[in-house]
């Protein structure tokens, strides 16, 4: 099966259908991933967060027109992006609450519930 | 080579490449331009999907909303002076291994599988088939999150007032 | 044959008199001691009636051994009853009673004795209320063990004697009480652990078909156990002369061997006499002897007549064994008490081939044995504690002419000595002489080995009389009283039986006879007889 | 005087001894004078009551023998084997009649002479009373009708010996030799008993008449006739021990240490006769070759006793050993056949040897007092050195002592001469017959010595001057209770009693009363016909007369030579005959050599199997006891160490697990989340299907 694919990959870069979509979010996925994990900055780390949520919103679509997921697909990203909004605001007033109390935004460094 | 995979290809590198630097870029306010970047990209890549009013949303509520949110967080919390614009980063190594190793993993099942591709249709605007599925099948989900956005709105609120009397 | 009184049966009375006279002796107040005396003796001594009550109305003629029928004053009742054991089903153990031929005398020897114990455990004065408490139970256990049909029954009367027995030595013994004490216990204790795994595995293999209900109930009844019929066909003891029923029966000697006691297992005896008061050594030496030999004709004999048969000859030398060794090693003794436990070690040794002859003659001989070894060692026993109560010494070389100074004790004294070398015309050679019979007719050397031992218990025995009843007196011994009245009172029944048995022993054997012909039958027919040169 | 009064006083002669020992023990200190004339009375009783029956036996029924029994014990019908029962009971023919006579009339007479003799006495009633049960027992002997009876008394009659010789028990010898009676008796007694069995064995019952009739009829113990030889000579070995033949005859000298009327009783006339009774009684089932056996036994007996008689110096050892030899001699007639003579002389000698006895016991009663009043006591009145001359002193002893030696050494007009001729006529007859020859030989030699020795000991006691003069003056004759009975037995010393012919006891009343018994055993063990042997016996009679007298003649005029008239020193002769005389003054040394085998050995024995019990028996009961412990400490500290080790460890392999595991949780979300993706990595590698 992997001869088969290798054969046709000029023929198969030509035309994009729904692997490459998913291609693309795999990649925005990885590496918001990347953000989330190898940031200290809080604020990175909700970047890395809404790369992800992109990442997912992104499936969903491709999902809807190319296979058998009917609008329902739109749907659930439009709810994602809504979610992601309110997460983002709550996050932010966290983010500075915390910032006026410990003046650092580092993750590691804000350990007082931490022994 | 279409009109179509031209642009595909062209959104497609531009959120990649923006991602990039949102990940890779030393300093945060960069990084946080280079979000918007792929905030666009994606929507570009949801008008492409036949996703228009999708696309609109993301463009009005990421672009619009949570980018400037961020923004002025990255403003609030990064005094040019004390806390040096370079943010650090942890355990590097580890986690660019295992995201590298997830992203193939990702990659490899998307190319191996054989996803059940209709046939294309006709796609017109979605605007009616949402807005029908939002006041039909979706309509508790509607209130609920009306009602969560309210209680966000609330709580954010709260923690800005709670910092005045504190300060 | 049923006889009750007021409702209950003969034997129950006989078993637990004694128990009804413990109750009250705990009853009664810490100082009362003459109180306490007196309600033991009034116990013993209605036992003692009760069983010439038996004596008087046991019917001769009866077989008894293995046909439920011929056995007399039977009494059954259920006692446990365990519904539905898992695997096993059933459990049923009964309450069951019942004297022939062979455990008659034992019942009436078993009375006499405590009798006798309990008026001689007079000058006790140590925990006299606990003293009297246990004696009194310890004479349940041993009448219990003569008249229990139901293995468990019998097992329990036998575990029931040995404790009130381990405190009786234990508490009011001599120096090394509890060395001797802790010895006796444990070493039957290891008898009995042998008999409980031979009775286990016969539960086991016998059931019998309850007649109401119809199903298979095993049971731990004795004569069930005689009876092939009942032997389930896979269980462990089926079929005959197998290996498993020779272990069994080897493991059943074993255990009853201990208590004879049989040559090796006997040092527990000199040990447990030496150091136990003189009224429980006359009880240890009169009846706990016994029951070894009567669980062997009561059990091992009827039940494994195979078996019997087969190991006929080793006991017959186990016993000569015991006869040679016991009396030589009476003759090497310094103290007077351990003399009379080898004595006794070596007269059990007569007992002991007499049984192995399986004939009449020597089956006779064997059980009168047990009952005038009984009767006799007791004399021997009392002789000793009359010496110990009044010098508290029992070293032989300690004392000389005594004959002189105490002249009623000295004639006591000739009867008990001349009985126990086995005089004829006292009752310790009409035994040993039937026995000696027996053995000759089966296995002949043996016999005439045997024969020899009656030289060497003379040679003991008259040394003894010698060492200390003739010759000169010591002076701190001038003025040692005679016997008392009370102690007269526990010899003269005694040698008046020793005599009596000895001119005319007929109406003891006839009270035996029918039973133990029926068990030689009963034993021979079970394993192919052959007689031994 | 029917047959049934006859039995109804044989049982009266039974009991009323009995019935005087039950009184004297219970009763004896309040009885009048301690109740002597009491016992003495009954037994007066008894003696009139066996002449009674005597007279009427052989007279109105010589032949039949009256048999009375009752079952003692009934066993039924026993399996494999058939009905058995035991009878006891009392048989009366001529051999027990004439032996009921003999044992009254000493008896009796033994009575009479202790009340003169025991005097003073410490315990004079059961004195008598010991007296009673003996006579008792002895009595059971004589007319038992079975083998048990005969082995009951036989072992009372033991028992009464013991009581009796052990009578001043304070003196340690004399316990000693009770003792070493009763033992060595119970040793002959055990292979009677063996005997007894093997007879039961095969006929089931112990009653002689039964046996004897199932013998004739071809029924033998175990079916070999060595078995039934083995019977009569284990039967014979009660008789070696109660008669004190050769290998168990040590007792008897020792014996003498009882007063010397029970010797005169007991081990003169009547216990040490029983065996020869018993060999009579018991002689039809006797084999020839047991009769070999029986005659040989006899002879060496009679050899021994003769050689260590001559050189012993205590008066009653003397007659100890003659009364071996005289046993030895009638052994010896029974075993070659000479039935009526052996028993012939077992009568006689029990009246002159017990005449014998009672005269030194008067010999010695008085030397005891003369020596009381002087208060010396050292010198030892039994010992012939110390006494001689007392031939006018103590007249009637003197005569009857004479008749007794003239008696014993078999003088003619006298009872012994003509028992001892008979016996030496059989003895030659046996001889021509079966050509054993050194029988008849020991015997004339017998003969001979003991006419030295009797001679000896009469002319050392009477004639010659007393070793101190100075006593003769107390010494006078003992009282006539004392003398009354020498006389009685002197006078039945004389032929007169026994045939008219002084030279020919055959034609007198005994051998016509007692005759042979008809063997039964089978003919191919056969002892010597009766009538070839009669016929043997008749030819050598004259022969054996001439020879027997000139023998004894030579015997006492050697005595004679040597010590009354001290022709010949006795000193110089004892060293002439150098190792003989201390062989034989030693008493064969047979005592040094039983204690040294037998008894040392079986108290060797005893000691080791003693050792053996208690180092070996309880020492493994012991050891079991001490592995146990160490095995349960053993179990313990294993049970500290290793479990208990283990329990602890995994406590500390968790504390020590927890701290290093401590480290993840370090609170640091991200690294949960790289956490979070490798397991994600892992379980896609683990569940992928390509």
Known sequence: ?115 | MDLYAIFFYFFGLLTVASAFVVVFARNIVHSAFALMFTFFGVAALYVLLYADFIAVTQLLVYVGGILVLIIFGVMLTTKVFSVEVKTGTLNVLPATLFTAIIAGMLIFVFYVTDWNIIPDQEWDTTVYGIGALLVNDFILPMQVAGVLLLVAMIGAVMMAARERSKS | MEFSIFGIGILTWVVFLPVLGMIVVLLLPKGSGLAIRVTTVVATGLQLLLAGLIFAKFDRSWLGINDPESFQFVEMYRWITVEAVPWVGRIEINYFLGIDGLSVLMVILTALICFIGAISSWNIERLEKGYFALYLLLATGMMGVFVALDFFLFFVFWEVMLLPMYFLIGIWGGARREYAAIKFFIYTFVGSVLMLIVMLALYFSVTYVDPATGEKVHTFNLLMMMDPGNYEPGSVLFGVDTTWRYAAWILLFIGFAIKIPLFPFHTWLPDAHVEAPTPISVILAGVLLKMGTYGLLRISYPIFPDATVHYMYPMAILGVISIIYGALCAMAQTDFKKLIAYSSVSHMGIVVLGMAALNTQGMVGAVLQMFNHGTITAMLFLIVGVVYDRTHKRGLNDFGGLANQMPKYTGVVMVAFFAALGLPGLSGFVSELFSFLGAFDTFRTLAIISVSGIVLTAAYMLWTLQRVFLGQLPEQYKNLPDLSTREMITFVPLAVIVIFLGVYPAPAIELMNASLSYLVEVVRAGGEFAIIP | MTSDTLIQFALYILFLPLLGFVALIFFGKRLPRQGDWFGTGILGITLILSFIILFVKLISYPAETFISQFTWIDFGDVPFIGPISIELGIMLDNLSVIMLVVVTLVSFLVHLFSIGYMQGDVRYSRYFAYLGLFSFSMLGIVITHNFLMMYIFWELVGLSSYLLIGHWYEKKSASDAAKKAFIVNRIGDAGMFIGIMILFVTFSTFTFEKIFDSIAIGMIPFGSEAWLTAAGILIFCGAIGKSAQFPLHTWLPDAMEGPTPVSALIHAATMVAAGVYLIARTFAIMTGDALMVITYIGAITAFIAATIAITQFDIKKVLAYSTISQLGYMVMALGTGAYTAGFFHLVTHASFKAGLFLGSGSVIHAMHEALHNKHDHRTDPQDIRNLGGLRNKMPITYLTFLIFTLAISGVPLTSGFLSKDEILAGTLGFASVTGHYLIPFIAFIVAGMTAFYMFRIFILTFHGNHAEPSRLNDIHESPAVMTIPLIVFAAFSIWIFYSFNPFGATSGWFYFAIDRPMSVVPSVVQPVAADIFKEAVHHSHTLAMILSIAIAGLGILFAFVVYHFRKLDADNLAKAAGPFYNLSYNKWRFDEMYDKSVVNGTMGLSNLSAWFDNYIIDGIVNGSATITRWWSKFTGRFDNVVIDGLVNFSAYFTGFSGLILRKFQSGKVQTYIVFVIFSIIVFFFIFRTF
Do not use: K
């Open chain 1, 1 to 115: 099966m992997m001869a088969f694919c290798i054969a046709q990959i000029p023929q198969w870069l030509a035309e994009p259908g729904l692997q490459h979509f998913l291609i693309i979010s795999a990649i925005l996925f990885s590496l918001g991933l990347l953000a989330v994990i190898t940031r200290r900055n809080v604020i990175m780390v909700l970047m890395g967060i809404e790369l992800i949520l992109n990442a997912a919103n992104i499936n969903f679509i491709a999902f809807t027109r190319y296979s058998t997921l009917s609008l329902e697909g739109h749907l659930i990203a439009l709810f994602v992006i809504i979610l992601a909004a309110a997460e983002a605001a709550i996050a932010l007033a966290i983010v500075l609450n915390i910032y006026q109390r410990f003046s650092t935004v580092n993750v590691d460094e804000i350990s007082t519930l931490r022994e």
